[in-house]
């Protein structure tokens, strides 16, 4: 007994080593900018960077899109195949999990073939065309994540049931599907929602590849040309999936409450 | 019948309307994509057939990309899965205070999602050349890492660095498995008068070894996938598969769009192979877990 | 001496006493259920006999040893659980051999004895099966024939009803009780239901708050409570508070009138004190027998049909009675607000020890 508690506490304390240090490292390393003494100078210098704010805030509105677009395609899918369609669920579940299977660099590469200014759909030419490739990827890659999500919460409510009283009260179905399913499902969303706002603010390869001015590659490009100021953006991104994950805990925490008072 | 076969074609058109945005969505910028890629490397650059790109993939750069790639992501993921099971197992069933559970599952939350470019940050400020550990190493206890050759842009750094999200992704998966292993199947077996290591060999193990060995490979297709990381990490002085893709993309390096849409092919091949294995895996797991 | 002998056996877990002074003796091949509410100890002391959890104090004899320093795997203990237990990723016929096997015992012989098993519980035909494949009774039946293939000293079984439906629960514990007699095994069942308990063991042992209330047969036990929570318990019962009017004459007076009671049953009360009685619903009716020798006058508050018999409750000066008649297609059951008389002999009056 004293052996197994040992052991364990032995992982868990390697682990957090493992874990630890290079956190510590990296706030350490990040606060070298001033000479001799310990600063927040490449915190300063990171958030007096115009380009930080314009390519965070590019990042953030492009994952504010691809969720509310996400959102509004895959709550009614969802809610349509188990209602009308519960023979195609095995088919759209494939379908959903194929962005784990196809790696993102492979699916923007595919983008770039199909999409580029020689082909039928030129999206290639236009920043506005750009954006949307981008919102597209981000969604694909969300999607095996906000489907499992939103599905989930839809298993929990009986939407059969739930149409059915709807239906019988004489709601019409855009009533049905946005003032009786949304709700009931808003917590699924939100859960997915931070997945894809995470994804969606850190991701490189899509928009380093389509030349979009966003978060990720401003970071790998501050990161090829500054030596203080990398470590002090890791600790910002580290702080905010913390947040991320936090806001994940809460609204999951909020989903089984709810299901459990049912 | 007559009179009810209309109805019912269009109870069918609403039906298939219904989903059809999304399968447009899925057509348009997931399956048409891949299937274009795919579609391309069995042509060449006239549109004929041909096998003579997958052929192509075995010359010596492509083919050394594809088995560094294969190797770093193997290493991350078996270190990773054996870390994060013992992990796993220390929270799950070594009696420790509840609050260290939940402290390292939310930990492992938010790791498994710190990767990309932040994470090469990271791993530079802590093993770089000026990297906290490395002074600290050479400064307190007098021992040069990169006197023993030791590079973080190297195979072993890159490992190190992959395992940074590798773990914490194992112990999320796994330890819902481990949870699901009943206190009663352990009495049970030590009450018919088994040792612990023959409830391990003869129950544990058999329960849990398609979540873990599925768990590795999702790990594995995780790993090899991974290009932001890679790229911050070593620019692109490491000749592994992402990056090879990735500079193909930006310039065709390899002269040869249909090379390029080959090395994609080879990329999903394996880490489709690895996923669907682990789908497969874990559908046999869940058949006990009711 | 007996076969399984447990003397002053304690449990705490950490500042709480889980288990006082338990002190038992069953003899080889005798069936003795442990009954009582959830959190009574019941479970502790049998996980105590089977080694997962260390008494805090006295000691734990089986055929005479000691078996304080023996891990469970060396005792050979057979038990089964409440939720099955049996090993998912094994079949019916690898579950029963599971124990023999990690003994080393050759192929032939666990063949012959896995089949033997089998057959002892009818499932010889599913030897095939995995445990998800079956209900819970089929997994239940294939545990116990897993918990009584190595042969083992002392079969524990711990609420192994509980996750059953009712009818299987039924059938399943008369299957457990005749096996039991064919195998003679000492055997030790622990239920929180106090039908199970009385329908098929030797003796039952009422467990409340860690401490043993009474140990005694079924017929002890139901007819004879040695305490108000026994009493409680085991059956459903009218209590009614009481005063002993003349200790020597045993007269108490309840619910307004006097009886007089067997002299035994006051058990040294006092003139005066104030006692409990109690009466078991049965030993009331509506019509008078000629052993009757009490009636009680009420207002009839509740009338429930419950098949072969109708429970009805009446408020006897402020005090519940309820009563069991049997089912008589052709009486007409009583009407809630009728008044109602309830006969019963002043010889069936527990007098229950404060």
New interface residues.
């Given amino acids: 007994m004293i052996g197994k508690r040992f052991w364990s506490w032995l992982a868990v304390f390697v682990a957090a080593v493992y874990f630890i240090v290079p956190l510590l490292a990296t706030m350490e390393f990040s606060m070298r900018m001033r000479r001799g003494t310990y600063s927040f100078d490449a915190y300063r210098s990171v958030f007096a960077d115009q380009r930080f704010a314009e390519t965070f805030s590019y990042s953030v509105v492009m994952a504010l899109i691809t969720i509310a677009i996400g959102a509004l395609l895959i709550v009614p899918t969802a809610y349509w195949v188990r209602l009308r369609m519960p023979y195609l669920r095995p088919v759209v579940e494939f379908v959903t999990l194929l962005p784990l299977v196809v790696p993102a660099i492979v699916i923007i590469f595919g983008y770039l073939r199909l999409y580029n200014s020689s082909s039928w759909l030129p999206l290639t030419n236009t920043d506005m065309g750009a954006n949307a490739l981008l919102v597209f990827g981000f969604m694909t890659m969300s999607l095996p994540y906000m489907y499992r999500a939103v599905d989930t919460a839809m298993r929990t409510i009986d939407v059969a049931v739930l149409t059915e009283a709807a239906e019988s009260l004489g709601a019409r179905w855009p009533t049905i599907l946005f003032r009786c399913i949304f709700p009931n499902v808003l917590t699924g969303v939100l859960s997915g929602a931070f997945i894809t706002f995470a994804i969606a603010v850190g991701e490189y390869t899509m928009p380093s590849l389509l030349n979009r001015p966003a978060f990720g590659p401003y970071l790998a490009l501050i990161g090829a040309n500054k030596a203080y100021e990398p470590p002090a953006l890791a600790m910002i991104a580290f702080a905010m999936t913390w947040v991320s994950i936090i806001l994940i805990n809460i609204t999951t925490r909020l989903q089984k409450g709810a299901a459990g008072a049912r | 019948m007559a009179a009810t076969q209309p109805l019912l074609n269009r109870r069918l058109i609403t039906d298939w309307l219904g989903i059809a945005p999304f399968a447009l969505f899925a057509i348009m910028f997931l399956i048409a994509p891949t299937v274009y890629l795919v579609s391309g490397a069995f042509l060449d650059p006239n549109g004929n057939l041909t096998l003579r790109n997958l052929v192509d993939l075995f010359q010596p750069n492509i083919l050394a990309a594809y088995i560094i790639s294969i190797k770093i992501s193997a290493a991350s993921a078996i270190g990773g899965a054996i870390i994060g099971f013992a992990l796993a197992a220390a929270i799950s069933l070594g009696s420790l205070p509840a609050w260290v559970r939940s402290a390292v599952l939310t930990f492992c939350g938010v790791a498994s999602n710190f990767a990309g470019v932040p994470l090469a940050f990271a791993f530079l400020a802590t093993l770089g050349r000026l990297g906290l550990v490395t002074i600290i190493l050479r400064d307190v206890f007098g021992f040069n890492l990169y006197a023993t050759g030791f590079n973080l842009l190297s195979f072993l750094g890159l490992t190190l660095t992959y395992m940074y999200f590798q773990i914490p992704l194992m112990v999320l998966i796994v330890t819902p498995a481990l949870d699901g292993l009943k206190r009663e199947w352990s009495e049970a077996a030590s009450v018919l008068g088994a040792t612990p290591w023959q409830y391990w060999r003869m129950v544990v193990i058999p329960i849990l070894w398609p979540s873990v060995f599925g768990t590795l490979l999702l790990l594995f297709a995780n790993a090899f996938g991974a290009v932001a990381t890679a790229v911050a990490l070593t620019g692109s002085s490491l000749n592994i598969v992402p990056i090879v893709l990735f500079a193909q993309i930006r310039g065709d390096v390899l002269h040869n769009p249909n090379l390029g849409y080959a090395v994609a092919f080879g990329m999903v091949v394996i880490t489709g192979i690895s996923n669907f294995i682990y789908i497969w895996l874990r559908m046999r797991a869940e058949r006990w877990q009711k | 001496m007996s076969y399984l002998e447990l003397s002053h056996v304690q449990k705490s877990f950490g500042p709480v006493k889980v288990v006082h002074d338990f002190n038992m003796s069953i003899e080889e091949g005798e069936f003795v259920s442990f009954l009582g509410p959830s959190g009574c100890g019941k479970t502790t002391v049998l996980r105590m006999i ?3 959890e260390n008494p805090t104090g006295g000691t734990i004899k089986i055929g005479g040893v000691d078996q304080a320093n023996l ?9 089964v ?1 409440q ?1 099955y ?1 049996l ?4 079949t019916v016929a690898e579950n029963v051999a ?2 023999l ?3 080393g015992a050759s192929k032939p012989d666990i063949e012959a004895r896995v089949k033997e098993m089998l057959d002892l519980i009818h499932l010889g035909h599913l030897a095939e099966r995995y445990p ?1 494949q079956m209900s819970g009774g089929q997994q239940q039946r294939v ?1 116990l024939a ?2 009584l293939a ?1 042969k083992p000293k002392v079969l524990l079984l711990d609420e192994p009803l509980s996750a059953l439906d009712a009818k299987i629960r039924v059938s399943l514990r008369e299957e457990i009780r005749a096996i039991q007699r064919k195998l003679g095994i000492t055997t030790i069942f622990v239920t929180h239901d106090q039908e199970e308990a009385l329908s098929i063991s030797d003796r039952i042992v009422v467990m409340n708050a860690g401490i043993a209330d009474q140990i005694g047969t079924p017929s002890d036990i139901y007819n004879r409570p040695a305490t108000r929570f026994v009493a409680g318990f085991v059956g459903t019962l009218n209590i009614l508070e009481a005063k002993v009017e003349n200790r020597d004459a045993a007269t108490v007076r309840v619910a307004g009138r006097s009886i007089t009671i067997p002299p035994a049953n006051l058990n040294g009360a006092g003139d005066g004190a104030a006692i409990t009685v109690a009466l078991r619903p049965e030993a009331l009716s509506l019509s008078k027998s000629p052993s009757s020798d009490v009636a009680l006058d009420g207002r009839v508050t509740s009338v429930n049909f419950l098949g072969s018999v109708i429970r009805t409750r009446m408020d006897v000066e402020g005090q519940q009675v309820s009563f069991d008649m049997f089912n008589n297609p052709g009486l007409q059951p009583p009407q809630i607000g009728d008044i109602a008389t309830a006969h019963f002999k002043a010889s069936d009056v527990l007098v229950i020890p404060n």
């Fill in positions: 089977a080694g997962f891990k469970p795997n060396r005792r050979n203990i057979g038990m659980f939720a237990a090993f998912p990723n094994m599971f124990g096997k990690v003994a998800y545990a897993r918990a190595n």
